[in-house]
Nanobody, 119 residues
Framework: QVQLVESGGALVQPGGSLRLSCAASGLTFSRYAMSWYRQAPGKERELVAA????????NYADSVKGRFTISRDNAKNTVYLQMNNLKPGDTAVYYCNALSEMYYGLDYWGKGTLVTVSS
């Protein structure tokens, strides 16, 4: 059974930092591209950052470039999202996604972790 478990969400003041983690189990982690998405209240889910299976390539939403960094540790089956200089607009539930690089359309989602940026 595949599980993606996010952690690290919290209430933080504007300008602060958080690191989210997503621990994966039940899949061959090194064969999945990993992504972070977020969904703010009343808005659609949007892609925040993505990283290829070996970690050689990343991409980011324009709104987080220069502030967020995605990384992964394939030995620990974990993907991270380092978030710096947080803004109120970053408030959302953050979800982890695993996308198979072998089987088209096969992906898995975590249940999310809440990040609230407020003074």
């Amino acid at each position: 059974q595949v599980q993606l478990v996010e952690s690290g969400g919290a209430l933080v003041q504007p300008g602060g930092s958080l690191r989210l983690s997503c621990a994966a189990s039940g899949l061959t982690f090194s064969r999945y591209a990993m992504s972070w998405y977020r969904q703010a209240p009343g808005k659609e889910r949007e892609l925040v950052a993505a990283i290829t299976s070996a970690g050689g390539s990343t991409n980011y939403a324009d709104s987080v470039k220069g502030r967020f960094t995605i990384s992964r540790d394939n030995a620990k089956n974990t993907v991270y999202l380092q978030m710096n200089n947080l803004k109120p607009g970053d408030t959302a539930v953050y979800y982890c996604n695993a996308l198979s690089e072998m089987y088209y359309g096969l992906d898995y989602w975590g249940k999310g972790t809440l990040v609230t940026v407020s003074s």
